[in-house]
């Protein structure tokens, strides 16, 4: 635990210089890797070598090349489900000053990385659009793997109108109209999300199976679908914004719309859980919290709602399906 982020530093410098996508398919020696990536090669072999011991890297001993190991192959960029976006937003400057800061955000209870970006997290995203795409590939990579779990968790059959609210560039949505041919589906995003997410699906062929609509979901949220998704929403938000949140989503729900919150949801019994750390995570960088499933059955509450069922995932995120109270 003490030297954690040692190991997630060589993972992020090795993203940071590409090399699995160097590598590629073809392992190279020590100094071909150096030369192509500009670092100094007697230094370079110590991270490799660590970097084998860690089961990411393998060396030939023959031919003196390194490979990647079927994990290390995870941080090409073109391996569906690549972690290379997660490790490129996690490792990112800001992030790191912003876990270095981690005391005044437990002193304060306000995200730490408002002070290195001068802005809230989603604030900063949309002035800066290198740091915006890193972090939208990093959640498209991340639904690679989680929305095949989500549509065998959820039967989607019976909806004619789904819409993902904050649903990125449209990764969760495209899968649930793969596999729901007659649906109709929708992204509401701001305007730097909808653009991009425009541009996907329309290379995925669903510009006409799936609306884009720029919007604050703070300020209100179109009516007339049967589901609304919040996909790792709510977890970006303290209890009284995502109420708002909920509050403007009830306003738009028809007696039988479902709502439909895929949130790791916490076991709240204090055991080590992938969620208590990002609870964490959430804490410096967006303001936001994991919940518990009495957290979220009091949260949806308060605006009018109920939880109707947990319907687990392979994934850690479970799928809330929420109704009218
Ligand atoms: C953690 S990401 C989740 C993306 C996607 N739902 C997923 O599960 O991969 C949060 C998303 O909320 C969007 N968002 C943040 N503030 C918003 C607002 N005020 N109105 C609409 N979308 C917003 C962000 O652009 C971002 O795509």
Not at 175 to 200: C, D, N, T, W, Y
Request: charged fraction near 20%; aromatic fraction near 8%.
């Amino acid at each position: 635990m003490v030297y954690g982020f040692w190991v997630s530093r060589c993972l992020q410098t090795m993203a940071e210089l590409g090399l699995a996508d160097i590598i590629g398919d073809v392992p190279k020696t020590v100094e071909e890797l150096a030369k192509a990536t500009d670092t100094h090669a007697p230094s370079l072999r110590r991270m490799l070598r660590l970097l084998s011991g860690l089961g990411v890297m393998v060396k030939d001993e023959g031919s003196q090349r390194w490979g990647l190991t079927d994990l290390g192959a995870m941080l090409r960029k073109d391996n569906p489900g690549s972690v290379y976006g997660s490790l490129m937003a996690h490792g990112h400057m800001l992030s790191w000053q912003a876990w270095g800061d981690l005391k005044s955000s437990l002193k304060t209870g306000a995200p730490s990385v408002e002070k290195f970006m001068g802005d809230t997290f989603f604030g900063y995203l949309a002035a800066h659009p290198e740091d915006a795409a890193i972090f939208n590939g990093s959640m498209a990579a991340y639904q690679t793997l989680n929305a095949p779990a989500v549509v065998n968790a959820y039967d989607f059959s019976w909806a004619k109108r789904i819409m993902d609210v904050g649903g990125g560039t449209g990764t969760l949505i495209s899968h649930i109209l793969k596999s729901h041919p007659l649906a109709q589906g929708a992204i509401f995003e701001m305007a730097h999300v909808a653009a991009e997410a425009r541009a996907r699906l329309a290379s995925m062929g669903l510009k006409e199976r799936c609306d884009v609509v720029d919007g604050d979901f703070f300020a209100s949220i179109p009516k007339g679908q049967d589901i609304y998704i919040l996909s790792q929403i709510l977890h970006d938000w303290d209890d009284e914004k995502s109420l708002r949140i909920l509050s403007n989503i009830r306003e738009a729900m028809h007696p039988n719309s479902r709502l439909l919150i895929v949130e790791t949801v916490l076991p709240g019994d204090n055991t080590m859980h992938f969620g208590n750390l990002y609870d964490m995570a959430m804490l410096v960088l967006v303001g936001g919290q994991e919940r518990t499933e009495e957290e979220y059955s009091a949260l949806v509450a308060k605006a009018g709602l109920k939880v109707a069922r947990i319907h687990p995932t392979s994934m850690p995120p479970s799928v809330v399906e929420v109704v009218l109270a």
